[in-house]
Every structure is written in C-alpha cells, then in structure tokens.
C-alpha cells in the first residue's frame, strides 16, 4: 500500500524557517518525480515544488522562488522542503504528492499525505 | 500561468441526481493534460481523472472526463452520498501547473 507521511510542520514567526518532511513506502520511490502542494485554510490548492526521481531537475512556484528548497534521500525514501523567510502567506496544509505526468514540474498526482499544516504567524 | 475557472461555485444536488462540473482553461491545454480531484474535509485530494478523460485507479464509473482544449467537464452519473464535497480541477499542460478554485457539491 502506498503511504506518504508528512511531518514537521508547526507555528512560526515572520522570517523564521521550517524543514518539512514526507516519508514514503509501498512502492519505489527512487522511481517518480515528487512534489509539494499547499492548501491556505479554505482555499484551493497550489503546486509548490517539484524535484525528479534523481534530483536532476528541480522546479518552484514563481510565490516560493528562493525562499523554499525541495530535495530528497532516495535511500531514506524521503522528500524534504526547506522553508525560509516564511511570510503569513506561507500559511497552509503542506502535502506532498506523488507524481504521474510525462514531464517533471508538469504531472498529476495520484497519491497524497495526510498534509502537515504550517501556521506563520507572530 | 494559465487560469482555470471553474463553475458552477456550489452544486446543490441530491442523491441519485446527474452532476454537472464545468472547468474552463485561459488559454488551450496541452494535450488535454486536465485532471480532476475530489477532496472531502480534513482530507487530501483523491485522483479522479486525468488526461481529460481517462479513471484513475479504483474510481466508479459513475465518474467521466470530458473535453478538449479550454472547456472540460466533471460529471457524476449518479450521486452517491460519498460524492458531496469538492471537486477541482488541474491542467499540467503548461508551466506552472495549476489548479481552478474548486466547485463544492452539496446535499440539496
């Protein structure tokens, strides 16, 4: 069964940092490209970051441009975003999804985490 | 970046009644690369459609895809009373992906 499992998630200040991470198992991981979406409480979602099954190509959402960076431990089946200089715009349920299209930075997905929720707030 | 706008914004339906989900594109998506979620509260998205027209894995076939180039179409057969909640749609055609603001279908 696949499983994504997102944690470190929590309440921050105005420019502080947070590292999220999504832990994966039932299928090969080192195998598909992965992503971050976020949702702002009621509202609609929103692509963060993609990185390829190797890491080789890496995309952002022009919104987290510099201030996010995504990356992975293949051996560890696991998907990371660094987040600094977060802003209260930043505030969301972060999931991380798996990735089915032809293209990294341009898929679908068909498999989600539960989400981990990051509060910026003073 | 294309925008996606979907309509209606609410869809108060009952069970059993035909369910229609509308997602107009901006500009023409490539190759149809639209996809459809489902998302009930507290929960992720689940996969209901992609390229336009293809189920996911283990979705009903209550639910079809249709559609080309800026107009696409959710509809339910038949509603189910699992089927109430939000719908959005996505086009991964063009950099950045990106996602409509959703439809909620409610319980009439």
């Known amino acids: 069964e696949v499983q994504l499992v997102e944690s470190g998630g929590g309440l921050v200040k105005p420019g502080g940092s947070l590292r999220l991470s999504c832990a994966a198992s039932g299928f090969t991981f080192s195998s598909y490209t992965m992503n971050w979406v976020r949702q702002a409480p009621g509202k609609g979602l929103e692509w963060v970051s993609s990185?390829?099954?190797?890491?080789?190509?890496?995309y952002y959402a022009d919104s987290v441009q510099g201030r996010f960076t995504i990356s992975r431990d293949n051996a560890k089946n696991s998907l990371y975003l660094q987040m600094n200089s977060l802003r209260a715009e930043d505030t969301a349920v972060y999931y991380c999804a798996r990735d089915l299209g032809d293209y990294v930075g341009l898929g679908y997905f068909d498999y989600w985490g539960q989400g981990t929720l990051v509060t910026v707030s003073p | 970046e294309i925008v996606l706008t979907q309509s209606p914004g609410t869809l108060s339906l009952s069970p059993g009644e035909r369910a229609t989900l509308s997602c107009r594109a901006s500009?023409?998506?490539?190759?149809?690369?639209l996809a459809w979620y489902q998302q009930k509260p507290g929960q992720a998205p689940r996969l209901l459609i992609y390229g336009a027209s293809s189920r996911a894995t283990g979705i009903p076939d209550r639910f079809s895809g249709s559609g080309s180039g800026t107009d696409f179409t959710l509809t339910i057969s038949r509603l189910e009373p699992e089927d109430f909640a939000v719908y959005y749609c996505?086009?991964?055609?063009?950099?950045?992906?990106?996602f409509g603001q959703g439809t909620k279908v409610e319980i009439k």
């Open positions: 990185i390829s099954s190797s890491s080789s190509y890496i």
């Open positions: 500009q023409s998506v490539i190759s149809n690369y």
């Open positions: 996505q086009q991964y055609g063009s950099s950045p992906g990106t």
